[in-house]
């Protein structure tokens, strides 16, 4: 029998963790058995209660549903989730009392949405998580995702920000029924 080395590209249904530093709120580290890196947390790190607008990176166990990415910046993902091209029209509906809150919709859009085709390049790689989702409740939060950090891993508004490496190393070893637990 072919023994596999722990750094082999292990496509497969991985959990892995998220914490806050120590003294640090805004700031984590992710443990997936293969590796431990950095991160960016919101800038009112991790908290048990989520609500539209804390700032909050809700706790939590968050399956990994599909992959976003910008093909005119990042060559695609390598990973077993569902992966799909960001468009210019893309968008992300926040606003709580409208009826595809925390949902993907094309842009323009009546509501308050947040636009996936950004100036920056923190969501060139985007991982959609099933927070809030079914069922979705009202301003219990929208738009957590996993994505590239900005230097100096500044906070985000409530998702997990990587390096771009170390997220592309995450994605080659998931796949569906993956999932990531923010501990509180």
Not at 30 to 41: K, Q, R
Not at 62 to 86: F, H, M
Not at 95 to 115: C, F, H, I, Q
Request: glycine share 10%; hydrophobic share 35%.
């Amino acid at each position: 029998m072919q023994r596999r080395n722990r750094w082999s590209k292990v496509r497969e249904r991985i959990t892995f963790s998220v914490r806050a530093l120590p003294g640090n709120r805004c700031q984590g580290l992710v443990n997936c058995g293969f590796s431990s890196f950095p991160c960016a947390l919101g800038t009112s790190g991790i908290m048990a209660r989520k609500f539209e607008g804390d700032g909050g990176t809700p706790a939590g166990n968050w399956s990994l549903l599909k992959v976003l990415y910008r093909a005119d910046q990042v060559t695609r993902p390598g990973t077993l989730l569902p992966v799909c091209p960001i468009a210019r029209t893309d968008g992300w509906c926040d606003a709580p009392g409208d009826r595809n809150y925390n949902s993907a919709v094309k842009l323009p859009y009546p509501a308050s949405t947040e636009n996936m085709w950004r100036e920056d390049s923190i969501y060139n790689i985007v991982v959609v998580l099933d927070h809030n989702t079914l069922p979705r409740r009202r301003g219990r939060g929208s738009a957590v995702f996993l994505h590239l950090a900005r230097e100096g891993f500044t906070p985000t508004e409530g998702c997990i920000a990587f390096k771009e490496r170390d997220l592309r190393l995450l994605l080659e070893r998931c796949g569906p029924g993956s999932a990531v637990t923010i501990v509180p």
